[in-house]
């Protein structure tokens, strides 16, 4: 199972992205789905999770900005990024937790750079 991750790039503030991360390999499902962040020095938090048919949730940060999507069929999750700030740089990684052979487990992807200046 691999998670590929791509949208990433230098954005002036005020802009927008769109992150997208694929879920490739052999697997029965996809549980929950997510983006976390992690600026330089600092701990890996998560941005935002959508669980499977359920309600997506945000961190405080982020929340009436940022919306986390995912589309089943393509077995991709998405990250609309708007109003980006200075603070919102930071390399942002997908996450999946996917039923596979042996079992439940956390899968991660590569990670994409988020850079947010003038």
């Known amino acids: 199972v691999q998670l590929q991750a791509s949208g990433g790039g230098l954005v002036q503030p005020g802009g927008s992205l769109r992150l997208s991360c694929a879920a490739s390999?052999?697997?029965?499902?996809?549980?929950?789905m997510g983006w976390y962040r992690q600026a330089p020095g600092e701990q890996r938090d998560m941005v935002a999770a959508i669980p499977y048919g359920g309600r997506p949730n945000y961190a405080d940060s982020v929340k009436g900005r940022f919306t986390i999507s995912r589309d089943n069929a393509k077995n991709t999750v998405y990250l609309r990024m708007n109003n980006l700030k200075p603070e919102d740089t930071a390399v942002y990684y997908c996450k999946a937790v996917i039923w596979a052979g042996g079992g439940q487990e956390d899968y991660w992807g590569q990670g994409t750079l988020v850079t947010v200046s003038s």
């Open positions: 390999g052999s697997f029965f499902s996809i549980n929950a």
